[in-house]
């Protein structure tokens, strides 16, 4: 069984990564700074339109992950929002000003999201030692770690998504993401690997234009989302 998660910046995304076969979506907003956290609005209307598990994005902020007493309010706030709009989990993470996971800062969101679940997002990716990283989210409770393997995509990381899988096989799972198209997507096939994280998005034609402001943005693609399944399901299922 293999899990292809899309990561949705609007309802029409969220709808369209379900109708090609995605079974769960991450939810934020502002996907070109690294995601933000969405709206309530975004929220309750992809949680109507949709059905398959909804995980949150809780960032407060664009930058850094190093977080304020403020900031870790607010992530408190955010995350009892998406539990009263429905999410299944939240995707988030924290670091210190050494780029290290903050153990004791990420066991208190845990416990904030029970009973949703916890992804720890690719802040890990910028941790200075994967592995022992790997250990320290082990210990905040996290369901998963999403990870291009240190490297600018999970295609250019796998050597390295490998062996976390490896060493942590039966006590986190281990999710490639960045980079992941219907072509990439075969050379991550992994034993112990499951979940795979991608965009699968298309730019739309703005319907209007302006000479101050980019209109130009982009949806999750239906058929792209559909290409990326068949082909996890030509490994998964020969």
């Not at 809780?58 to 850094?64: A, V």
């Not at 291009?148 to 039966?170: C, N």
């Not at 998005?201 to 209109?215: E, G, I, S």
Request: proline share 4%; hydrophobic share 40%.
């Amino acid at each position: 069984m293999f899990t292809i998660e899309i990561v949705a910046t609007s309802v029409q995304s969220a709808i369209n990564a379900q109708t090609g076969g995605a079974r769960r979506v991450e939810l934020c907003s502002a996907l070109g700074t690294a995601g933000i956290t969405p709206s309530s609005g975004l929220i309750q209307l992809v949680r109507q339109y949709t059905t398959i598990p909804v995980y949150v994005l809780i960032r407060p902020r664009e930058g850094d992950f190093c977080y304020s007493r403020v900031e870790l309010e607010t992530i408190r706030r955010d995350i009892e929002n998406a539990k009263v709009m429905g999410a299944d989990g939240i995707v988030t993470g924290v670091l210190d000003e050494n780029n290290e996971v903050e153990v004791k800062k990420m066991r208190d969101v845990v416990q904030w999201a029970l009973p949703m679940k916890t992804v720890f997002h690719r802040a890990f990716d910028i941790t200075p030692d994967l592995f022992e990283s790997a250990e320290a989210v082990i210990e905040t409770g996290c369901e998963r770690i999403l990870t291009s393997g240190g490297a600018a995509s999970g295609p250019d990381g796998i050597e390295v998504i490998r062996q976390l899988a490896a060493k942590t096989q039966g006590r986190i799972s281990i999710m490639p993401g960045g980079g992941i198209t219907s072509e990439t997507i075969g050379n991550l096939f992994t034993h112990g690997i499951s979940d795979y994280h991608l965009s699968a998005r298309k730019p739309v034609a703005p319907k209007n234009t302006a000479t101050l402001f980019d209109m130009h943005y982009a949806e999750t693609d239906t058929e792209t989302v559909r290409a990326v399944v068949r082909q996890a399901k030509s490994f998964f299922m020969p």
